[in-house]
């Protein structure tokens, strides 16, 4: 999808997105998780930054995918550190969807509860704040989940650039 932008490899300009949004969403949801008014005012936003980091580390590893293909083409070794780079890019992706889908539920399970009022959200269902706090907690943990997984990835990356220079 995306070989090139300017001119220049795409996947080095992509990485950046994921590497940013995706940490930035994760100390958003445990600023919210500790300050649950403040969902109000940033839930969507912070659901939109996720969302937005999430494309980024798709775009990202599809541009990577197309740039380890040039590399191969010209004849380039693909070293093993570049090929766990690829693979724990990919598990970037998933933590990163699984961070997403977990914040967007939150926001919205927060929304209907404002918007319907306790007593109708307690005949659907029997414990809300129950259900908001294990929300928080499993956003929490996936946002940390997405970030050490993108730092990670994004080390390997690195260290797979550095180490072709030697």
């Known amino acids: 999808m995306f070989d090139t932008l300017g001119g220049l490899p795409a996947h080095p300009l992509l990485v950046h997105i994921p590497v940013v949004l995706i940490p930035l969403a994760a100390l958003g949801a445990l600023a919210i998780a500790v300050r649950p008014r403040w969902m109000r005012s940033f839930g ?86 129950v259900i908001a706090i294990i929300l928080s907690v499993l956003v929490v943990v996936s946002g940390i989940a997405a970030t050490a997984s993108v730092t990670v990835t994004g080390h390997s990356g690195a260290k797979s650039v550095w180490e072709s220079k030697k």
Do not use: C, N
Not at 85 to 102: R, S, T, W, Y
Not at 106 to 116: C, E, G, P, Q, T
């Open 44 to 129: 969507w936003l912070l659901a939109g930054v996720a969302g937005v980091g999430l494309l980024g580390a798709i775009f990202a590893a599809q541009s990577g995918e197309a740039y380890k293909e040039t590399l191969e083409a010209t004849g380039q070794t693909i070293t093993s550190t570049l090929e766990d780079h690829a693979e724990m890019g990919d598990a970037a992706q998933g933590f990163a969807a699984v961070f997403f889908a977990l914040l967007a539920v939150w926001v919205l399970f927060a929304w209907w509860r404002r918007r319907s009022g306790e007593e109708k959200v307690t005949a659907v269902v029997k414990q809300p704040k």
